[in-house]
């Protein structure tokens, strides 16, 4: 996203932006798309020998961010607003190309977007009474994997915990994650605390955790693959106690050194 993007998506309303691969990019990222794998060259890996190829700093993150605010800077020089606010929902300094890039550029109507009814209302920026709630306490993290930690998360004891989760859980782990992070950074051995899930959860996050908290999940996950972090965070899923067929097949995925499970008979019925 460049500063010209960020310009035409605060016209459009938007006031906060997220800039995907781009900072990647700027730590070394080479796009070989294999984040899951753990055989990235360059960043998402937790193999030594590969890590050592990581030239990345956070200064080059900082640089690309200055350029990008540089050039929103020159942008909303010409069209005559001085700050961000003043030019969120501002839909009528944008214009339609003309001529279109190409025939099917000049069938796409963009009236319902640049006509915009809200168009000079006192009120089109954000106010913080606007707030959606997200009902972070109602997470499994906070309602549940914290509640049974106790104590144990700010002393850093060791514990087991089994957690019934379903397809509405949505990213377990990652509040768990953090906090333990903000607590200890790197301080904890690896195992500090061990999380066995059992059911299917929307969106496993575990491996952003630390490598302090693995987890194993056991039942039918309903995302393809668990994410690789950085972090060292492990995380293995496995099927229940019933054989693999074609219309059930399951992902095993681990960072950053566990044993892969027993190899099974794969069965076609």
Request: hydrophobic share 40%.
């Amino acid at each position: 996203m460049s500063g010209r993007d960020v310009a035409i998506a605060c016209m459009l309303g938007a006031e906060e932006f997220g800039f995907a691969t781009a900072p990647l990019v700027t730590l070394g990222c080479v796009m070989m798309r294999v984040c899951n794998l753990d055989t990235c060259p360059v960043v998402a890996t937790q193999n030594p020998e590969l890590r050592k190829r990581f030239t990345g700093k956070p200064e080059y993150v900082v640089n690309f961010m200055r350029f990008v605010a540089r050039e929103l800077r020159e942008h909303m020089a010409r069209l005559g607003v001085r700050t961000v606010d003043q030019l969120v929902g501002r839909t009528d300094l944008l214009r339609v190309r003309k001529p279109a890039a190409n025939q099917r550029a000049a069938t796409v109507d963009l009236s319902a977007i640049l006509d915009s009814a809200y168009a000079g209302w006192p009120k089109t920026r954000f106010d913080p009474a606007d707030a959606y709630d997200f009902h972070l306490e109602d997470t499994v993290d906070l309602r549940v994997l914290e509640q049974k930690l106790g104590v144990a998360l700010e002393k850093g004891d060791h514990r087991r915990l089994e957690l019934a989760v379903s397809s509405t859980d949505r990213a377990v782990g990652t509040i768990l994650g953090s906090d333990i992070t903000l607590l200890h950074g790197e301080a904890l051995p690896d195992d500090t605390f061990v999380v066995k899930c059992t059911g299917g959860e929307a969106s496993p996050s575990a491996p952003s955790c630390p490598a302090a908290s693995p987890w194993s999940w056991r039942g039918t996950p309903t995302t393809t693959w668990a994410r690789a972090s950085p972090e060292g965070g492990s995380s293995s899923i496995r099927p229940r106690t019933a054989p693999l067929t074609r219309q059930r097949t399951f992902w095993w995925a681990t960072w950053p050194s566990m044993e892969p499970p027993p190899a099974r008979p794969f069965s076609t019925a």
